[in-house]
Protein backbone atom coordinates (compact mmCIF):
# COMPACT_ATOMS: atom_id res chain seq x y z
CA UNK A 1 0.00 0.00 0.00
CA UNK A 2 2.71 2.11 0.79
CA UNK A 3 4.30 1.86 -2.70
CA UNK A 4 1.40 3.68 -4.12
CA UNK A 5 2.70 6.63 -2.70
CA UNK A 6 5.66 7.09 -5.31
CA UNK A 7 8.78 9.21 -3.51
CA UNK A 8 10.89 9.32 -6.46
CA UNK A 9 12.97 12.56 -4.90
CA UNK A 10 13.34 10.22 -1.24
CA UNK A 11 15.06 7.33 -3.10
CA UNK A 12 17.10 9.06 -5.22
CA UNK A 13 18.47 11.09 -1.65
CA UNK A 14 18.14 7.27 -0.01
CA UNK A 15 20.47 5.89 -2.57
CA UNK A 16 23.10 8.52 -2.49
CA UNK A 17 23.41 9.12 0.90
CA UNK A 18 22.44 6.02 3.15
CA UNK A 19 20.73 2.56 1.17
CA UNK A 20 24.03 1.39 0.22
CA UNK A 21 25.35 1.47 4.03
CA UNK A 22 22.07 -0.04 5.18
CA UNK A 23 22.41 -2.77 2.81
CA UNK A 24 26.12 -3.54 3.48
CA UNK A 25 25.70 -3.09 7.31
CA UNK A 26 22.25 -5.42 7.45
CA UNK A 27 24.02 -7.99 5.34
CA UNK A 28 27.61 -7.91 7.26
CA UNK A 29 25.80 -7.87 10.52
CA UNK A 30 23.96 -11.39 9.72
CA UNK A 31 27.08 -12.68 8.48
CA UNK A 32 28.96 -12.06 12.12
CA UNK A 33 26.39 -12.40 14.13
CA UNK A 34 25.79 -15.75 12.46
CA UNK A 35 29.21 -16.73 12.32
CA UNK A 36 29.77 -15.82 16.16
CA UNK A 37 26.44 -17.42 17.31
CA UNK A 38 27.43 -20.90 15.36
CA UNK A 39 31.01 -20.89 16.68
CA UNK A 40 30.02 -20.46 20.13
CA UNK A 41 26.59 -22.26 20.24
CA UNK A 42 27.51 -24.96 18.97
CA UNK A 43 30.91 -25.69 20.17
CA UNK A 44 29.45 -25.27 23.65
CA UNK A 45 26.71 -27.54 23.28
CA UNK A 46 28.90 -30.37 21.73
CA UNK A 47 31.24 -30.09 24.77
CA UNK A 48 28.29 -30.01 27.78
CA UNK A 49 26.63 -32.46 25.40
CA UNK A 50 29.97 -34.99 25.15
CA UNK A 51 32.69 -34.51 27.47
CA UNK A 52 32.34 -35.08 31.10
CA UNK A 53 34.38 -32.18 33.05
CA UNK A 54 34.13 -30.12 36.34
CA UNK A 55 30.96 -27.84 37.01
CA UNK A 56 29.38 -29.27 33.44
CA UNK A 57 25.72 -29.33 35.31
CA UNK A 58 25.89 -26.20 36.40
CA UNK A 59 27.73 -24.52 33.42
CA UNK A 60 25.03 -26.53 31.37
CA UNK A 61 22.55 -24.44 32.46
CA UNK A 62 24.79 -21.34 33.26
CA UNK A 63 25.32 -20.83 29.63
CA UNK A 64 21.64 -19.73 28.73
CA UNK A 65 21.54 -16.83 31.54
CA UNK A 66 22.81 -14.60 28.92
CA UNK A 67 19.11 -14.61 27.48
CA UNK A 68 18.56 -12.35 30.27
CA UNK A 69 19.87 -9.45 28.91
CA UNK A 70 18.30 -7.56 26.83
CA UNK A 71 20.81 -6.49 23.38
CA UNK A 72 20.13 -2.72 24.06
CA UNK A 73 21.13 -3.18 27.59
CA UNK A 74 24.06 -5.92 26.85
CA UNK A 75 25.30 -3.02 23.87
CA UNK A 76 25.70 -0.20 26.48
CA UNK A 77 27.44 -2.11 28.96
CA UNK A 78 30.27 -3.54 26.59
CA UNK A 79 30.81 0.21 25.33
CA UNK A 80 31.25 1.11 29.13
CA UNK A 81 33.82 -1.50 29.22
CA UNK A 82 35.43 -1.91 26.50
CA UNK A 83 35.37 1.07 24.61
CA UNK A 84 37.99 3.85 24.38
CA UNK A 85 37.25 5.61 27.18
CA UNK A 86 35.94 2.08 29.19
CA UNK A 87 38.36 0.94 32.10
CA UNK A 88 39.90 -1.95 29.35
CA UNK A 89 41.53 -0.12 27.14
CA UNK A 90 42.76 2.61 29.35
CA UNK A 91 44.30 0.33 31.87
CA UNK A 92 46.17 -1.26 28.75
CA UNK A 93 47.10 2.34 27.71
CA UNK A 94 48.32 2.98 30.92
CA UNK A 95 50.06 0.11 31.12
CA UNK A 96 51.43 0.27 27.34
CA UNK A 97 51.49 3.64 26.14
CA UNK A 98 52.11 3.25 22.94
CA UNK A 99 49.00 1.32 22.88
CA UNK A 100 46.81 2.50 19.80
CA UNK A 101 42.91 2.93 20.67
CA UNK A 102 40.67 0.24 18.87
CA UNK A 103 37.21 1.15 18.05
CA UNK A 104 34.79 -0.73 19.15
CA UNK A 105 31.81 1.08 17.20
CA UNK A 106 31.90 -0.71 14.00
CA UNK A 107 30.59 -4.38 12.79
CA UNK A 108 32.97 -6.15 15.06
CA UNK A 109 31.42 -4.86 18.08
CA UNK A 110 28.11 -5.17 16.96
CA UNK A 111 28.62 -8.70 16.11
CA UNK A 112 30.55 -9.33 19.59
CA UNK A 113 27.38 -7.99 20.96
CA UNK A 114 24.79 -9.88 19.45
CA UNK A 115 26.68 -12.97 19.89
CA UNK A 116 27.22 -12.95 23.52
CA UNK A 117 23.73 -12.44 23.58
CA UNK A 118 21.96 -14.20 21.24
CA UNK A 119 24.12 -17.37 21.08
CA UNK A 120 21.33 -19.23 23.87
CA UNK A 121 18.89 -20.04 20.76
CA UNK A 122 21.50 -22.24 18.66
CA UNK A 123 22.93 -23.56 22.23
CA UNK A 124 19.61 -24.96 22.96
CA UNK A 125 18.65 -25.97 19.74
CA UNK A 126 21.92 -27.67 19.22
CA UNK A 127 22.40 -29.26 22.60
CA UNK A 128 18.81 -30.92 22.16
CA UNK A 129 20.10 -32.21 18.96
CA UNK A 130 23.53 -33.40 20.09
CA UNK A 131 21.43 -35.09 22.78
CA UNK A 132 19.27 -37.35 20.37
CA UNK A 133 22.34 -38.97 18.99
CA UNK A 134 23.12 -42.29 20.08
CA UNK A 135 26.58 -44.24 21.32
CA UNK A 136 26.39 -46.49 18.53
CA UNK A 137 27.04 -43.39 15.59
CA UNK A 138 29.49 -42.13 17.78
CA UNK A 139 32.01 -45.22 18.39
CA UNK A 140 31.19 -46.15 14.76
CA UNK A 141 33.27 -42.68 13.55
CA UNK A 142 36.05 -43.81 16.93
CA UNK A 143 36.38 -47.50 14.78
CA UNK A 144 36.71 -46.11 11.65
CA UNK A 145 40.12 -44.23 12.98
CA UNK A 146 38.12 -40.77 13.76
CA UNK A 147 39.74 -38.51 16.98
CA UNK A 148 37.11 -36.62 18.97
CA UNK A 149 37.66 -33.20 16.38
CA UNK A 150 36.91 -34.93 13.46
CA UNK A 151 34.34 -37.00 14.80
CA UNK A 152 32.42 -33.36 15.52
CA UNK A 153 32.38 -32.60 12.17
CA UNK A 154 31.80 -35.71 10.15
CA UNK A 155 29.51 -37.32 12.48
CA UNK A 156 27.81 -34.60 14.90
CA UNK A 157 27.28 -31.62 13.36
CA UNK A 158 25.66 -33.11 9.58
CA UNK A 159 23.13 -34.86 12.36
CA UNK A 160 22.69 -31.86 14.43
CA UNK A 161 22.11 -29.35 11.16
CA UNK A 162 18.09 -29.24 11.35
CA UNK A 163 18.55 -28.21 14.87
CA UNK A 164 21.47 -25.74 14.20
CA UNK A 165 19.35 -24.09 11.62
CA UNK A 166 16.30 -23.52 13.78
CA UNK A 167 18.51 -21.69 16.33
CA UNK A 168 20.56 -19.64 13.88
CA UNK A 169 17.31 -18.80 11.64
CA UNK A 170 15.47 -17.51 15.33
CA UNK A 171 19.03 -15.33 15.58
CA UNK A 172 18.87 -14.31 12.20
CA UNK A 173 15.20 -12.84 12.57
CA UNK A 174 16.45 -11.31 16.49
CA UNK A 175 19.20 -9.54 14.27
CA UNK A 176 16.84 -7.78 11.82
CA UNK A 177 14.45 -7.06 14.18
CA UNK A 178 17.41 -5.07 16.19
CA UNK A 179 16.79 -1.72 16.90
CA UNK A 180 18.31 -1.16 20.52
CA UNK A 181 21.91 -2.26 20.16
CA UNK A 182 22.20 -0.85 16.66
CA UNK A 183 21.23 2.42 17.99
CA UNK A 184 23.44 2.27 21.08
CA UNK A 185 26.53 2.03 18.98
CA UNK A 186 24.97 4.27 16.12
CA UNK A 187 25.40 1.74 13.57
CA UNK A 188 22.91 2.43 11.02
CA UNK A 189 20.99 -0.80 9.77
CA UNK A 190 17.23 -0.52 8.61
CA UNK A 191 15.55 -0.62 11.74
CA UNK A 192 17.53 2.50 12.89
CA UNK A 193 16.42 4.13 9.42
CA UNK A 194 12.89 3.43 9.50
CA UNK A 195 12.56 5.38 13.05
CA UNK A 196 14.68 7.86 11.42
CA UNK A 197 12.24 8.42 8.18
CA UNK A 198 9.54 8.06 10.49
CA UNK A 199 10.51 10.30 13.72
CA UNK A 200 13.19 12.54 12.10
CA UNK A 201 11.71 13.21 8.69
CA UNK A 202 8.24 12.99 9.71
CA UNK A 203 7.78 10.87 6.36
CA UNK A 204 5.76 7.82 7.16
CA UNK A 205 5.50 6.11 3.68
CA UNK A 206 9.07 6.27 3.39
CA UNK A 207 9.15 4.19 6.80
CA UNK A 208 6.67 2.00 5.25
CA UNK A 209 8.78 1.31 1.92
CA UNK A 210 11.66 0.75 4.12
CA UNK A 211 9.84 -1.86 6.52
CA UNK A 212 8.61 -3.73 2.93
CA UNK A 213 12.19 -4.05 2.29
CA UNK A 214 13.73 -5.06 5.77
CA UNK A 215 10.37 -7.11 5.76
CA UNK A 216 11.62 -8.84 2.08
CA UNK A 217 14.99 -9.71 3.93
CA UNK A 218 13.48 -11.42 6.48
CA UNK A 219 11.18 -13.45 4.24
CA UNK A 220 14.66 -14.79 2.71
CA UNK A 221 16.15 -15.57 5.64
CA UNK A 222 12.99 -17.63 6.14
CA UNK A 223 13.09 -19.27 2.95
CA UNK A 224 16.84 -20.11 3.36
CA UNK A 225 16.45 -21.91 6.74
CA UNK A 226 13.61 -23.96 4.95
CA UNK A 227 15.69 -25.04 1.99
CA UNK A 228 18.54 -25.79 4.16
CA UNK A 229 16.60 -28.19 6.54
CA UNK A 230 15.67 -30.15 3.70
CA UNK A 231 16.79 -34.06 3.35
CA UNK A 232 17.93 -34.16 7.05
CA UNK A 233 20.39 -37.49 8.44
CA UNK A 234 18.25 -39.41 10.21
CA UNK A 235 20.06 -39.92 13.96
CA UNK A 236 18.25 -43.72 14.11
CA UNK A 237 17.03 -44.68 17.61
CA UNK A 238 17.69 -42.89 20.86
CA UNK A 239 20.13 -43.88 22.73
CA UNK A 240 21.35 -43.06 26.19
CA UNK A 241 24.28 -40.98 25.88
CA UNK A 242 27.68 -41.67 28.20
CA UNK A 243 30.13 -38.90 27.92
CA UNK A 244 33.67 -39.21 27.91
CA UNK A 245 35.98 -38.15 30.79
CA UNK A 246 38.19 -35.85 30.17
CA UNK A 247 41.63 -36.21 32.35
CA UNK A 248 42.31 -33.60 34.49
CA UNK A 249 44.39 -30.89 32.60
CA UNK A 250 42.06 -31.31 29.59
CA UNK A 251 38.89 -31.05 32.00
CA UNK A 252 39.93 -27.62 33.94
CA UNK A 253 40.88 -26.31 30.90
CA UNK A 254 37.28 -26.88 29.23
CA UNK A 255 35.77 -25.80 32.25
CA UNK A 256 38.27 -22.45 32.43
CA UNK A 257 37.38 -21.37 28.73
CA UNK A 258 33.10 -22.13 29.08
CA UNK A 259 33.37 -20.03 32.82
CA UNK A 260 35.20 -17.30 30.83
CA UNK A 261 32.52 -17.14 28.43
CA UNK A 262 29.69 -16.56 31.34
CA UNK A 263 31.83 -14.13 32.59
CA UNK A 264 32.24 -12.52 29.18
CA UNK A 265 28.71 -12.75 28.08
CA UNK A 266 27.12 -12.51 31.87
CA UNK A 267 29.14 -11.35 34.57
CA UNK A 268 30.89 -8.45 33.33
CA UNK A 269 27.64 -6.77 32.35
CA UNK A 270 25.35 -7.60 35.36
CA UNK A 271 28.65 -6.56 37.75
CA UNK A 272 29.56 -3.44 35.63
CA UNK A 273 25.18 -2.44 35.73
CA UNK A 274 25.12 -3.38 39.84
CA UNK A 275 28.49 -0.99 40.28
CA UNK A 276 26.75 1.77 38.14
CA UNK A 277 23.23 1.48 40.23
CA UNK A 278 25.36 2.00 43.79
CA UNK A 279 27.45 4.59 41.81
CA UNK A 280 24.92 6.83 40.56
CA UNK A 281 21.48 6.01 42.60
CA UNK A 282 18.23 6.38 41.05
CA UNK A 283 15.30 7.84 43.19
CA UNK A 284 12.50 5.37 43.00
CA UNK A 285 10.26 8.62 42.67
CA UNK A 286 6.80 8.36 41.18
CA UNK A 287 8.05 9.21 37.81
CA UNK A 288 10.26 6.44 37.95
CA UNK A 289 7.35 3.93 39.65
CA UNK A 290 5.55 5.58 36.40
CA UNK A 291 8.11 3.59 34.18
CA UNK A 292 8.05 0.60 36.55
CA UNK A 293 3.69 0.50 36.55
CA UNK A 294 3.44 1.58 32.65
CA UNK A 295 5.65 -1.46 31.82
CA UNK A 296 3.86 -3.58 34.10
CA UNK A 297 0.59 -2.87 32.61
CA UNK A 298 1.83 -3.17 29.27
CA UNK A 299 3.28 -6.71 30.17
CA UNK A 300 0.04 -7.70 32.04
CA UNK A 301 -2.51 -6.62 29.33
CA UNK A 302 -0.88 -8.12 26.67
CA UNK A 303 0.13 -11.39 28.65
CA UNK A 304 -3.51 -11.92 29.60
CA UNK A 305 -4.94 -11.10 26.11
CA UNK A 306 -1.91 -13.80 24.27
CA UNK A 307 -2.45 -16.15 26.86
CA UNK A 308 -6.56 -16.54 26.56
CA UNK A 309 -6.37 -16.10 22.76
CA UNK A 310 -3.64 -18.87 22.05
CA UNK A 311 -5.45 -21.68 24.67
CA UNK A 312 -8.85 -21.20 22.67
CA UNK A 313 -6.61 -21.36 19.38
CA UNK A 314 -4.94 -24.70 20.78
CA UNK A 315 -8.34 -25.82 22.08
CA UNK A 316 -9.72 -25.62 18.65
CA UNK A 317 -6.90 -27.07 16.99
CA UNK A 318 -6.92 -30.06 19.42
CA UNK A 319 -10.84 -30.31 18.89
CA UNK A 320 -10.53 -29.72 14.84
CA UNK A 321 -6.96 -31.29 13.57
CA UNK A 322 -7.79 -30.30 9.59
CA UNK A 323 -5.11 -29.01 7.72
CA UNK A 324 -7.29 -25.51 6.97
CA UNK A 325 -7.07 -25.16 10.88
CA UNK A 326 -3.30 -26.25 11.00
CA UNK A 327 -2.64 -23.81 8.37
CA UNK A 328 -4.22 -20.64 10.27
CA UNK A 329 -2.40 -21.94 13.33
CA UNK A 330 0.76 -21.20 11.74
CA UNK A 331 -0.10 -18.36 9.77
CA UNK A 332 -1.17 -16.96 12.97
CA UNK A 333 2.34 -17.66 14.62
CA UNK A 334 4.53 -16.37 11.69
CA UNK A 335 4.32 -12.70 13.58
CA UNK A 336 7.05 -13.85 15.40
CA UNK A 337 9.55 -13.27 12.74
CA UNK A 338 8.37 -9.80 11.90
CA UNK A 339 10.88 -7.00 13.25
CA UNK A 340 9.30 -4.45 15.85
CA UNK A 341 9.54 -1.66 13.05
CA UNK A 342 8.08 -3.50 10.41
CA UNK A 343 4.71 -4.12 12.63
CA UNK A 344 4.59 -0.43 14.12
CA UNK A 345 5.08 1.20 10.38
CA UNK A 346 2.40 -1.18 9.25
CA UNK A 347 -0.39 -0.88 11.80
CA UNK A 348 0.26 2.64 12.32
CA UNK A 349 -0.64 2.86 8.15
CA UNK A 350 -4.03 0.98 9.19
CA UNK A 351 -4.96 2.30 12.29
CA UNK A 352 -4.51 6.37 10.96
CA UNK A 353 -6.44 4.66 7.35
CA UNK A 354 -9.63 4.08 9.83
CA UNK A 355 -9.57 7.00 11.89
CA UNK A 356 -9.63 8.97 8.57
CA UNK A 357 -12.42 6.68 6.90
CA UNK A 358 -14.75 5.38 9.39
CA UNK A 359 -14.30 6.79 12.83
CA UNK A 360 -13.50 10.52 12.12
CA UNK A 361 -16.41 11.53 9.87
CA UNK A 362 -18.93 10.20 13.15
CA UNK A 363 -16.71 11.46 15.82
CA UNK A 364 -16.36 14.97 13.86
CA UNK A 365 -20.45 14.58 13.45
CA UNK A 366 -20.50 14.19 17.11
CA UNK A 367 -18.28 17.27 17.94
CA UNK A 368 -15.24 14.81 19.37
CA UNK A 369 -11.28 14.51 18.92
CA UNK A 370 -11.51 12.50 15.18
CA UNK A 371 -8.26 10.22 16.01
CA UNK A 372 -9.65 7.55 18.35
CA UNK A 373 -6.88 4.41 17.19
CA UNK A 374 -3.85 6.36 15.71
CA UNK A 375 -1.54 6.94 18.84
CA UNK A 376 -3.84 5.09 21.35
CA UNK A 377 -2.65 1.58 23.41
CA UNK A 378 -4.66 -0.31 20.69
CA UNK A 379 -2.11 -0.05 18.38
CA UNK A 380 0.68 -0.73 20.94
CA UNK A 381 -1.36 -3.85 21.90
CA UNK A 382 -2.51 -5.02 19.06
CA UNK A 383 1.59 -5.06 17.61
CA UNK A 384 2.71 -6.99 20.67
CA UNK A 385 -0.23 -9.47 20.36
CA UNK A 386 0.90 -10.22 16.70
CA UNK A 387 5.11 -10.26 17.58
CA UNK A 388 4.38 -12.52 20.47
CA UNK A 389 1.64 -15.41 19.54
CA UNK A 390 3.60 -17.95 19.60
CA UNK A 391 5.02 -16.94 22.50
CA UNK A 392 1.88 -17.48 24.25
CA UNK A 393 0.39 -20.17 21.92
CA UNK A 394 3.26 -22.38 21.36
CA UNK A 395 3.40 -24.24 24.63
CA UNK A 396 -0.36 -24.12 25.48
CA UNK A 397 -0.54 -26.14 21.97
CA UNK A 398 2.23 -28.71 22.80
CA UNK A 399 0.20 -29.16 25.92
CA UNK A 400 -2.77 -30.03 24.48
CA UNK A 401 -0.66 -31.98 22.01
CA UNK A 402 0.95 -34.44 24.53
CA UNK A 403 -2.28 -34.95 26.52
CA UNK A 404 -3.58 -38.43 26.98
CA UNK A 405 -6.74 -39.08 25.19
CA UNK A 406 -8.40 -41.11 28.15
CA UNK A 407 -8.41 -38.03 30.32
CA UNK A 408 -11.72 -35.90 28.33
CA UNK A 409 -12.74 -39.67 27.41
CA UNK A 410 -13.26 -40.08 31.06
CA UNK A 411 -15.05 -36.71 31.82
CA UNK A 412 -17.35 -37.10 28.70
CA UNK A 413 -18.44 -40.61 30.40
CA UNK A 414 -19.28 -38.46 33.99
CA UNK A 415 -21.08 -36.29 32.16
CA UNK A 416 -19.23 -33.29 31.61
CA UNK A 417 -20.16 -31.36 28.30
CA UNK A 418 -17.58 -30.89 25.90
CA UNK A 419 -17.60 -27.21 26.33
CA UNK A 420 -17.35 -27.75 29.72
CA UNK A 421 -14.17 -29.53 29.75
CA UNK A 422 -12.19 -26.29 29.44
CA UNK A 423 -13.14 -25.01 32.88
CA UNK A 424 -13.36 -28.67 34.26
CA UNK A 425 -10.44 -30.07 32.70
CA UNK A 426 -8.19 -27.98 30.40
CA UNK A 427 -7.90 -25.03 32.34
CA UNK A 428 -7.26 -26.84 36.17
CA UNK A 429 -4.84 -29.38 33.98
CA UNK A 430 -2.63 -26.17 32.22
CA UNK A 431 -2.80 -23.92 34.64
CA UNK A 432 1.23 -23.83 35.39
CA UNK A 433 1.50 -23.72 31.07
CA UNK A 434 -0.60 -20.47 31.07
CA UNK A 435 1.09 -18.77 33.96
CA UNK A 436 4.77 -19.07 32.67
CA UNK A 437 3.51 -18.40 29.08
CA UNK A 438 2.36 -15.31 30.50
CA UNK A 439 4.66 -15.02 32.45
CA UNK A 440 7.43 -14.79 29.33
CA UNK A 441 5.11 -12.84 27.14
CA UNK A 442 4.99 -10.18 29.92
CA UNK A 443 9.10 -10.31 29.72
CA UNK A 444 8.92 -10.22 26.24
CA UNK A 445 6.82 -7.31 26.09
CA UNK A 446 8.61 -5.31 28.90
CA UNK A 447 11.73 -5.77 26.63
CA UNK A 448 10.63 -4.83 23.78
CA UNK A 449 12.44 -1.39 22.23
CA UNK A 450 10.65 -1.05 18.56
CA UNK A 451 7.58 -1.12 18.56
CA UNK A 452 6.92 0.23 21.89
CA UNK A 453 9.32 3.18 20.82
CA UNK A 454 7.22 3.99 17.84
CA UNK A 455 3.58 3.46 18.74
CA UNK A 456 3.24 4.45 22.33
CA UNK A 457 1.05 7.22 23.24
CA UNK A 458 2.26 10.55 24.04
CA UNK A 459 4.22 10.45 27.12
CA UNK A 460 3.88 7.18 28.04
CA UNK A 461 7.30 5.55 29.06
CA UNK A 462 8.57 2.19 30.06
CA UNK A 463 11.45 1.18 31.33
CA UNK A 464 12.84 -0.03 27.61
CA UNK A 465 12.15 3.92 26.41
CA UNK A 466 13.95 5.35 29.39
CA UNK A 467 17.07 3.36 28.65
CA UNK A 468 17.12 4.49 25.06
CA UNK A 469 16.48 7.40 26.24
CA UNK A 470 19.23 7.63 29.06
CA UNK A 471 21.91 5.87 26.43
CA UNK A 472 21.09 7.67 23.36
CA UNK A 473 21.61 10.99 25.57
CA UNK A 474 25.16 9.42 26.49
CA UNK A 475 24.21 8.66 30.25
CA UNK A 476 25.08 5.18 30.65
CA UNK A 477 25.35 5.67 33.90
CA UNK A 478 21.68 6.11 35.07
CA UNK A 479 20.80 3.86 32.75
CA UNK A 480 21.47 1.28 34.63
CA UNK A 481 18.93 1.31 37.18
CA UNK A 482 15.83 0.43 34.64
CA UNK A 483 18.51 -1.78 32.82
CA UNK A 484 19.08 -3.84 36.03
CA UNK A 485 15.24 -4.32 36.47
CA UNK A 486 14.50 -5.37 33.02
CA UNK A 487 17.39 -8.46 33.87
CA UNK A 488 16.35 -9.23 36.63
CA UNK A 489 13.07 -9.19 35.29
CA UNK A 490 13.91 -11.10 32.40
CA UNK A 491 15.72 -14.29 34.66
CA UNK A 492 12.40 -15.50 35.36
CA UNK A 493 11.89 -16.77 32.54
CA UNK A 494 15.23 -18.08 31.48
CA UNK A 495 15.53 -20.05 35.41
CA UNK A 496 12.02 -21.56 34.20
CA UNK A 497 13.68 -22.65 30.98
CA UNK A 498 16.96 -24.34 32.16
CA UNK A 499 14.25 -26.22 34.40
CA UNK A 500 12.22 -27.36 31.68
CA UNK A 501 15.28 -27.82 29.55
CA UNK A 502 16.99 -30.36 32.26
CA UNK A 503 17.59 -33.22 29.87
CA UNK A 504 17.34 -35.88 32.29
CA UNK A 505 19.91 -38.53 29.68
CA UNK A 506 22.67 -37.34 32.27
Not at 182 to 190: L, M, P, R
Not at 244 to 259: E, P, Q
Not at 460 to 485: C, D, H, I, N, Q
Request: aromatic fraction near 12%; charged fraction near 15%.
Amino acid sequence: MSWAHSQPEVWSHLWQTQLPRLIGNTLSLLVGVGVGVTFIGVLSAWCVTHYEFPGRRWIEWALMLPLAIPPYVMAFVFLGIWDFSGPIQQSIKAIYPEFQYINMRGTVGVSIVLSLVLYPYVYLTSRAAFYRLGNSQLEAARLLGMNSWRTFLHVGLPMAKPGVLVGLSLVMMETLADFGAVAVFNFDTFTTAIYKAWYGFFNLEAAAQLASLLLIMVALVAWLEIQARKHPVSCGRTERRERRHLNLCRGWCLTLFLCSLLIIAFGLPLIRLIIWSIDYPTELDMRFLGFILNSLALGSIAGGCLVITGFLLAWYRHQHPHRTVTLFGRMMTAGYALPGSVLAVGIMLILIGTDQVIIAPIMESLGWEPWVLAGSLFGLILAYWIRFFSVAHNPLHAAFYSLTPSLPEAARSLGVPEKGLIWRLYLPLFSPTCLMAFIMVAIDVMKEMPATLLLRPFGWETLAVKVYELTAEGEWERAAMPALLLVALSLIPVIYLTRRSDFKSR
